[in-house]
């Protein structure tokens, strides 16, 4: 069983950075794509970012394209998140996720995934 911890969340002023780190435990093979989505109060799951691990392929959600970093370091399967130029829009629980298989069109899809963390606030003050 795949268990995923978030790390690094927190208060920021806009237009300042956050990293975000998981950590994943369990069986790697489990952690073929990895990938950020969010979440605020009322509304749907929003996906940020995810990236293949053989290959490091990245995919990003056009509201974080130059602003957001997706990173893998397989040797100790975690996955990072740096957010740079955050605007209060950002504040929402992000959440890590893994899956072993995926079709790539749908890899910011949080159904594609199988296995999720517990979540970490981002909080942005305009």
């Known amino acids: 069983q795949v268990q995923l911890v978030e790390s690094g969340g927190g208060a920021v002023q806009a237009g300042g950075s956050l990293r975000l780190s998981c950590a994943s435990s369990?069986?790697?093979?489990?952690?073929?794509?990895m990938g950020w989505f969010r979440q605020t109060p009322g509304n749907e799951r929003e996906g940020v970012a995810a990236?293949?691990?053989?290959?490091?392929?990245?995919s990003y959600a056009d509201s974080v394209k130059g602003r957001f970093t997706i990173s893998k370091d397989n040797a100790k399967n975690t996955v990072s998140l740096q957010m740079n130029s955050l605007k209060a829009e950002d504040t929402a629980m992000y959440y890590c996720?893994?899956?072993?298989?995926?079709?790539?069109?749908?890899?910011?899809?949080?159904?594609?995934?199988?296995?999720w963390g517990q979540g970490i606030q981002v909080t942005v003050s305009a």
């Open positions: 990236i293949r691990s053989f290959d490091g392929r990245t």
């Open positions: 996720a893994a899956a072993n298989a995926l079709q790539w069109g749908a890899v910011l899809d949080g159904k594609s995934y199988t296995y």
């Open positions: 369990g069986y790697s093979y489990s952690s073929n794509y």
